[in-house]
């Protein structure tokens, strides 16, 4: 635990180290169109955030960047051939990013089987899961034609971290900031992992491109973070 305190501090010292950073002047029509996402569904994110208490944003930026993301690379792809590929044959043979949340079908059956496996956030969560007598490609249809609906996107965002909540127990005294550098960590990269291996990959700067992009990039967490300080 106390090594785990001292990353956390190394984090939180860097994020302030870089807090200068203007991200809405760096992003400027990606982190407006960001903002204008959530000023129109508010309603809807409210009452999730309501229903399900927890912060509204909180929750907004742990998305926030890949509200931005999807500004930036929504024009690059075509998914339709993926979608049929992940309908007939699994996470497998696609596993892509979706929606404004920027969302995988891979994460959203991970959401569903750590949901499963808790007894509590079965009978808080019970929504996600599909309909038992459908069969696998059935399954995948409703959870790809889900992914592509505000609603659903903002309820699995809300699962996310409610399983957070559980997985990460021994972290509920540490400041909402460093709450949000372990909860959008995690939202990038994967809520599987351990706290302090997320948190050193809070460090790294791979936004908005991905890690194999030479050109300047930024942490995810920052901007999160950057969002939840200065944009509310």
Known sequence: MRYLLIIFSICILSFSGRENIKYEQIFPDDYADAKKFLKTNFDELEIA??????GM????????PELMRYSVIKDLFETSALELMYVEYGKKAADFSIGRFQMKASFIESLEEEIFKNDSLHKLYNVIFIDKNRNDREKRQIRLNRLKTN??????????????????KSFKTININQKLVLYSTAYNSGF?????????????RCFPYGQKFEGTQYSYSDIANYFFNYNH
């Open 49 to 54: 955030s309501y229903k399900y208490r927890h």
């Open 57 to 64: 944003l909180f929750s907004s930026a742990i998305v926030f």
């Open 151 to 168: 609603k659903w996107q903002i309820t699995y965002l809300h699962a996310f971290i409610a399983i957070c909540d559980e997985r990460f």
């Open 192 to 204: 599987y992992q351990k706290p302090e291996t997320l948190l050193a990959k809070s460090e790294n």
